[in-house]
């Protein structure tokens, strides 16, 4: 073996013996995380996301919350933005080429010549939600498209917040937020743990706790009540988890009258959310 070729492979070696290092350090930190007081079962926020698409960034500029790293951005979509002065913004802009944009998203990513990388949205609580009269449970849905759907109409008809598990339920990302149209920075997101016991703490808090379920025993608009509602809604195909219908305070059904019984849940979660809105308004 040449002197040459010795050293390439010392240098393959230390370079996977690296790599190999810093996955076991990565899993450790995962692992230490994990274990700390009340995180059992969260995931690590990341350092920051990107968000693309004209929509998604002007309310993220909108959004005092929202704390924005850079901008890349074309000629064009900057005039769309209604931005005239991009050294205004208190973050830096590089005008850019769309196929430049391209290059820092995944490739089916339609960003309409703009993308902004920011921190992740802070932590909220159920506690803060003491002035909130309507929201929306997820219990594992995993579709960011669904999600990003459901997040439009919950802002759409006036809910304050939507909540959602930690696993099986997708976090904030560019996809959630493009699919959500700037409704993500427009509703409190809390992302929690333990469903059911997040269901019970807002029991707790006067909310009536009511899971869409197709066997449901009451028709959805006979089983409201009371000045503060939470609907839960579960994953396509399996529905709500048992420990959720055996932790909310009623189940219900939304009754289809046509040939076709059920609906996405995107959808299910528009029409649970105006007939609430409606019950709540006239009861007001």
Known sequence: ????????????????????????????????????????????????????????????????????????????ALARLDIADPAALPFPVELATPQAIDKMLPGDAIHQGVVVEAKPLAARRISDLEDCPLLLVLDQVTDPHNVGAIMRSAVALGAGAIITTMRHSPQESGVLAKSASGALELITHIQVVNLAEAIEELNRLGFLTVGLDS?????????????????????????????????????????????????NVSNAAAISLYAARQFLDSHS
């Open 1 to 76: 073996m040449s002197n040459d070729e010795s050293d390439d492979r010392k240098e393959r070696d230390s370079y996977h013996a690296k790599r190999r290092r810093a996955y076991r350090d990565a899993k450790a930190a995962q692992s230490s995380a994990a274990r700390g007081k009340g995180t059992a079962g969260a995931r690590a926020l990341p350092e920051s996301v990107m968000l693309y698409g004209l929509h998604t960034v002007r309310a993220a500029i909108d959004n005092p919350d929202r704390v924005i790293m850079r901008m890349a951005v074309t000629r064009n």
């Open 215 to 263: 066997e449901g025993p009451e028709q959805l608009e006979r089983s409201f009540s009371g000045s503060r509602i939470a609907l839960i809604l579960g994953a396509e195909g399996k529905g709500l988890r048992q420990k959720t219908r055996q932790t909310v305070t009623a189940l219900a059904r939304l009754d289809m009258p046509g040939a076709i019984r059920s609906l």
